[in-house]
Every structure is written in structure tokens, then in C-alpha cells.
Antibody, heavy 119, light 110 residues
Framework: EVQLVQSGAEVKKPGESLKISCKGS????????IGWVRQMSGQGLEWIGF????????RYSPSFQGQVTISADKSINTAYLQWGTLKASDTAMYYC????????????WGQGTLVTVSS | QSVLTQPPSVSGAPGQRVTISCTGN?????????VHWYQQLPGTAPKLLIY???NRPSGVPDRFSGSKSVTSASLAITGLQAEDEADYYC??????????FGGGTELTVL
């Protein structure tokens, strides 16, 4: 059974750094793109980017390029999303997603990690 | 402003049929990229509902169906049930952005 298990909720202050994680299981981690989707409170879904753990090829949405960093550690089947300097506007739910091979959809989703940035 | 356009809300009575549209352009749906649909029940993560325009993952009832035309796609739900009340999102690919979503449609079962 494919599972994406994300790290727990975070409360941070503006200017702090943060790295959240997503552990994949039940499939060959290195063979599929894994990425992140943001959902701000009461809003829609926004694609942030994804990484191919097999060779660390990474793609970002232009809206998020330079704002976050996506990485992966294939030795422990885990992907990461990190911020160097958090802003209040980064407050949102972040979902980890696995991309299907052929259809370019996201066939499995993590449970979500709520990030709250507040002074 | 989402790249793909969906109506903000639709509604229908139990047993009725509703459709949700998803309109793109020549860079995404019109370029031949597939459209996928997700259902997000209140307080939960989205779930894949329809993939590659018309296909249902295992476990999705056949009350849900998808279609695609030149620059748009539609999700149809027949025999509407109270448990269908959720937000629905379309998603496609785009030659410049890689992944694009619609703004989402809130379905209310009256």
C-alpha cells in the first residue's frame, strides 16, 4: 500500500527557517516524482514543485522558485520542503504528493503539514 | 488567479446530476495535455477522482465521470449524494508551468 507520511504541524516566527518532511513507502521511491502543493486557508491548490529522487532533478513553479527548496534523501525514502526565511504569508497547509508515471497526475497525497508563521 | 477556470460553486439536490467545468487555453488543455480531477472532502487531503480525462481510479464510483474537449473539460456527478459535498479541483499540465490547477469548485448538496 502506497503511503506518504508527513511530519507534524509547525509554529514558527517570521525570519526563522523550517524543513518539513514526507516519507514514502509501498513503492519504489526513486522511480517517481514527489512534490509539494500549498493550500492557504480557504483557498485553492497551488503546485510548488517536485523532485525525482533517482537523480535529484528538481522542478519549481515560477511562483515558488527561489522561495523554497525541495530535496530528497533516497536512502530513507524521504522528501523535504524547506524555507530559509519564513514569512507570515507562508502560513498554509502543505501536501506532499506522488506523481504517477504516465498520466502526470498526483495519485497519492500525504495527510498535510500545517505551517503557521506568526510573531 | 488560477490558470484553469472553474465555477466557484455549484449545487444540486440529492439524486440530481451536476457538472463542473474547467476551462484552459492553448498552452495547457488545448495543447493536448490530460485533465485530472480531485475531490477534497472537508478537513481532508485531496484525493484523485478522475485521471487522464475519463478514467476512474479503483474505488471511485461510476457516478463520477469526466470528459474533455478542445480547451476545456468537465466533471459530471450523477445520482448526487450528501457525501459528495466537497471541493473539486481540475489539474492539467502547461508548457511553461509544468503543473496547473483550477481554482476549485465547492459542491453543495441541497
Amino acid at each position: 500500500e502506497v503511503q506518504l507520511v508527513q511530519s507534524g504541524a509547525e509554529v514558527k516566527k517570521p525570519g526563522e527557517s523550517l524543513k518539513i518532511s514526507c516519507k514514502g513507502s509501498g513503492y519504489i521511491f526513486t522511480n517517481y516524482w514527489i512534490g509539494w502543493v500549498r493550500q492557504m486557508s480557504g483557498q485553492g491548490l497551488e503546485w510548488i514543485g517536485f523532485i525525482f529522487p533517482g537523480d535529484s532533478d528538481t522542478r519549481y513553479s515560477p511562483s515558488f522558485q527561489g522561495q523554497v527548496t525541495i530535496s530528497a534523501d533516497k536512502s530513507i525514502n524521504t522528501a523535504y520542503l524547506q524555507w530559509g526565511t519564513l514569512k507570515a504569508s507562508d502560513t498554509a497547509m502543505y501536501y506532499c504528493v506522488k506523481r504517477s508515471l504516465a498520466a502526470r497526475n498526483f495519485d497519492y497525497w500525504g495527510q498535510g503539514t500545517l505551517v503557521t508563521v506568526s510573531s | 488567479q488560477s490558470v484553469l477556470t472553474q465555477p466557484p460553486s455549484v449545487s444540486g439536490a440529492p439524486g440530481q446530476r451536476v457538472t463542473i467545468s474547467c476551462t484552459g487555453n492553448s498552452s495547457n488543455i488545448g495543447a493536448g495535455y490530460d485533465v485530472h480531477w480531485y475531490q477534497q472532502l472537508p478537513g481532508t487531503a485531496p484525493k484523485l477522482l478522475i485521471y487522464a480525462n475519463t478514467n476512474r481510479p479503483s474505488g471511485v464510483p461510476d457516478r463520477f465521470s469526466g470528459s474533455k474537449s478542445v480547451t476545456s473539460a468537465s466533471l459530471a456527478i450523477t445520482g448526487l449524494q450528501a457525501e459528495d459535498e466537497a471541493d473539486y479541483y481540475c489539474q492539467s499540465s502547461d508548457s511553461s508551468l509544468s503543473v496547473v490547477f483550477g481554482g476549485g469548485t465547492e459542491l453543495t448538496v441541497l
